[in-house]
Protein backbone atom coordinates (compact mmCIF):
# COMPACT_ATOMS: atom_id res chain seq x y z
CA UNK A 1 0.00 0.00 0.00
CA UNK A 2 1.62 3.08 -1.26
CA UNK A 3 0.73 5.38 1.91
CA UNK A 4 2.83 2.88 4.17
CA UNK A 5 5.27 3.65 1.67
CA UNK A 6 5.56 7.51 2.62
CA UNK A 7 3.98 8.26 -0.09
CA UNK A 8 0.77 10.99 0.30
CA UNK A 9 -2.61 10.02 -0.56
CA UNK A 10 -6.09 11.52 -1.63
CA UNK A 11 -9.64 10.36 -1.47
CA UNK A 12 -11.74 12.55 -3.61
CA UNK A 13 -15.82 12.58 -4.26
CA UNK A 14 -17.15 14.45 -6.96
CA UNK A 15 -20.68 14.63 -7.52
CA UNK A 16 -23.36 17.17 -8.34
CA UNK A 17 -24.90 18.54 -4.87
CA UNK A 18 -27.25 15.94 -3.12
CA UNK A 19 -25.63 13.44 -4.87
CA UNK A 20 -24.50 11.45 -1.78
CA UNK A 21 -20.85 12.53 -1.55
CA UNK A 22 -20.95 13.47 2.38
CA UNK A 23 -23.04 10.85 2.95
CA UNK A 24 -20.32 7.89 1.25
CA UNK A 25 -17.37 9.67 2.84
CA UNK A 26 -18.45 10.27 6.19
CA UNK A 27 -21.46 7.19 6.70
CA UNK A 28 -23.64 7.10 9.50
CA UNK A 29 -22.94 5.93 13.14
CA UNK A 30 -23.90 2.18 12.48
CA UNK A 31 -22.60 2.16 8.44
CA UNK A 32 -19.62 3.99 8.35
CA UNK A 33 -18.26 5.73 5.13
CA UNK A 34 -14.64 5.80 3.04
CA UNK A 35 -12.69 8.01 5.28
CA UNK A 36 -13.82 5.76 8.71
CA UNK A 37 -13.05 2.39 6.85
CA UNK A 38 -9.91 3.54 5.14
CA UNK A 39 -8.68 4.96 8.81
CA UNK A 40 -9.53 1.81 10.29
CA UNK A 41 -7.65 -0.55 7.52
CA UNK A 42 -4.13 2.04 7.62
CA UNK A 43 -4.27 1.57 11.13
CA UNK A 44 -4.55 -2.02 11.50
CA UNK A 45 -2.00 -2.24 8.66
CA UNK A 46 0.42 -0.07 10.70
CA UNK A 47 -0.03 -1.94 13.70
CA UNK A 48 0.56 -5.42 11.87
CA UNK A 49 3.76 -3.70 10.67
CA UNK A 50 4.62 -1.97 13.90
CA UNK A 51 7.92 -3.70 14.35
CA UNK A 52 9.03 -2.65 10.36
CA UNK A 53 7.54 0.69 10.70
CA UNK A 54 7.98 4.32 12.13
CA UNK A 55 4.78 5.61 11.44
CA UNK A 56 2.53 8.44 12.07
CA UNK A 57 -0.21 9.92 10.43
CA UNK A 58 -1.81 13.14 9.11
CA UNK A 59 -5.70 13.76 8.27
CA UNK A 60 -7.29 16.56 6.58
CA UNK A 61 -10.77 16.68 5.61
CA UNK A 62 -11.40 19.83 3.32
CA UNK A 63 -14.28 20.39 1.04
CA UNK A 64 -14.64 22.58 -2.10
CA UNK A 65 -18.19 24.28 -1.62
CA UNK A 66 -19.03 27.42 -4.30
CA UNK A 67 -14.97 27.90 -4.92
CA UNK A 68 -14.64 27.86 -1.39
CA UNK A 69 -12.64 25.40 0.22
CA UNK A 70 -13.55 24.54 3.79
CA UNK A 71 -11.76 22.04 6.55
CA UNK A 72 -14.03 20.00 8.05
CA UNK A 73 -11.49 19.21 10.79
CA UNK A 74 -11.78 22.73 12.27
CA UNK A 75 -14.76 22.86 14.61
CA UNK A 76 -16.16 26.05 15.50
CA UNK A 77 -15.72 25.39 19.57
CA UNK A 78 -11.80 25.43 19.12
CA UNK A 79 -11.84 28.62 17.83
CA UNK A 80 -12.69 27.83 14.04
CA UNK A 81 -14.73 30.51 12.00
CA UNK A 82 -17.03 29.35 10.11
CA UNK A 83 -16.50 29.99 6.15
CA UNK A 84 -12.97 31.29 6.77
CA UNK A 85 -11.45 31.23 3.52
CA UNK A 86 -8.29 28.23 3.76
CA UNK A 87 -6.05 28.63 0.40
CA UNK A 88 -3.75 26.03 -0.71
CA UNK A 89 -0.14 26.31 -0.96
CA UNK A 90 3.40 24.69 -2.35
CA UNK A 91 5.75 24.63 0.14
CA UNK A 92 9.71 24.90 -0.59
CA UNK A 93 9.55 21.19 -0.39
CA UNK A 94 7.08 20.68 -2.87
CA UNK A 95 4.39 19.67 -0.13
CA UNK A 96 0.92 20.99 -0.64
CA UNK A 97 0.17 22.35 2.43
CA UNK A 98 -3.36 24.76 3.60
CA UNK A 99 -3.29 27.97 5.42
CA UNK A 100 -6.08 29.68 7.07
Known amino acids: ?3 LDGYNVCVFAYGQTG ?3 THTMNGTLHDRGVNYRAL ?9 RRS ?3 ASVRVSVLEIYNEQLNDLTLLESEGATAGAKIDIKLGADGMVFTTN
Open 1 to 3: ISV
Open 19 to 21: SGK
Open 40 to 48: QELFLLVDA
Open 52 to 54: ELD
